[in-house]
């Protein structure tokens, strides 16, 4: 009975601590960034080594082996989500304001084309069996698909609703939310078409979402404050947990299996005990305003973005005070161990 007791004591310890040392993220560096404008997705290129963060009419480009800046692309408005196709050296990026996908070069951030999509282009994926691109149209509730090798537009598919973020597992499948109607969508890429429609309750306004490839677990962020873990085949709602509010993006990393909900200032830590249990580790006070992020899964750091804000005093009694955005404080925070 007490070597049980001891083995029982010593797995549990085990577990203790490696659930401490998961739980141990905070702030390693701010890389500030120069011009004006609010922000949205953030994207690393694994392979190029870049970080890729949207503002406003353009995206910053970082290095993320020096965590500093090497160039921009411009010439967009209302930027959203960035796809990296590193096989085929192109990068692209959603322009909501003018319903175009930008493609560019990877290596020299050179504009190759600009790409008419639908209402409102927000997240978008590259999809590698297919070679092509997909670009969901947030404001229009369609997606538009591109060949990512010609730079054209080969289809546009009706939604049914309003999609956020999308995941791949990079074996022919594709999922993504569908905000406003609380649905996770299955689609084929090859055929282009919804496979499956699911409901996700008891999440609500399904808006992040990311993927543990091996274990077929998506990881979806709800503006209920909640994460919902889904089986990718059957939509089954396995488990919820406890987040922050106004989730906006969700990462995994496959080698702490760390999963990263960044909230409206905080990003809930949850960790993956197996595929079916869950625990919350940490809560990681982060920038205000800071409700993005994207993984370096190299190095396991987490990269955030936040400008500065301050109160405008009311211009006349019956006004309110207002809140501006500080000039030149926009930046990336990075987040590690």
């Known amino acids: 009975m007490k070597m049980k007791l001891f083995v029982l004591g010593l797995i549990v310890g085990t577990f203790a601590l490696a659930a401490s040392d998961a739980g141990t993220y905070h702030l390693l560096k701010k890389i500030a960034l120069t011009g004006e404008g609010n922000w949205d997705y953030l994207a690393v290129d694994q392979v190029g080594r870049r970080l890729y963060v949207s503002h406003g009419s353009q995206v910053e480009v970082i290095d993320i082996d020096k965590d500093e800046p090497v160039g921009k692309i411009a010439g967009m408005n ?64 369609t997606l538009t698909i591109i060949d990512a090798k010609e730079g054209k537009a080969i289809e546009n598919i009706e939604l049914g609703g309003q999609p956020e973020f999308p995941v791949t597992d990079g074996k022919g499948v594709i999922w993504v939310n569908n905000e406003d109607k609380s649905m996770l969508l299955k689609i084929d890429p090859k055929a282009m078409k919804i496979l499956e429609r699911w409901p996700v309750a008891p999440c609500e ?133």
């Open 205 to 337: 306004a399904p808006a992040s979402m990311d993927m543990d490839r091996k274990t077929r677990r998506l990881f979806i962020g709800c503006n209920n404050e909640k994460m919902a873990v889904a089986d990718a085949d059957s939509g089954k709602i396995i488990a919820t947990l406890p987040i922050g509010v106004h989730v906006d993006a969700t990462a995994f990393d496959p080698a702490s299996k760390l999963i990263f909900n960044a909230n409206r200032g905080t990003v809930t830590i949850i960790h993956q005990d197996s595929p079916d249990k869950y625990s919350v580790v940490q809560t990681l006070e982060v920038a205000p305003r800071a409700n993005t992020l994207a993984l370096d899964t190299k190095t396991q750091k987490i990269y955030l973005s936040a400008a500065e804000y301050e109160t405008v005093p009311a211009a006349a009694p019956s006004e309110k005070p207002k809140q501006r955005m500080v000039p030149n404080s926009f930046a990336v925070y990075v987040y590690g161990k």
């Open 78 to 141: 209302g930027v959203h989500g960035i796809a990296i196709a590193s096989k085929l050296n192109r990068g692209f990026i959603t322009s909501g304001n003018t319903s175009t996908v930008k493609m560019f070069d990877l290596k020299t951030l050179q504009s190759l084309a600009d790409i008419p999509a639908g209402n409102g282009p927000d997240g978008v994926i590259f999809e590698p069996t297919t070679e092509r691109v997909f670009a969901f149209n947030h404001r229009g509730g």
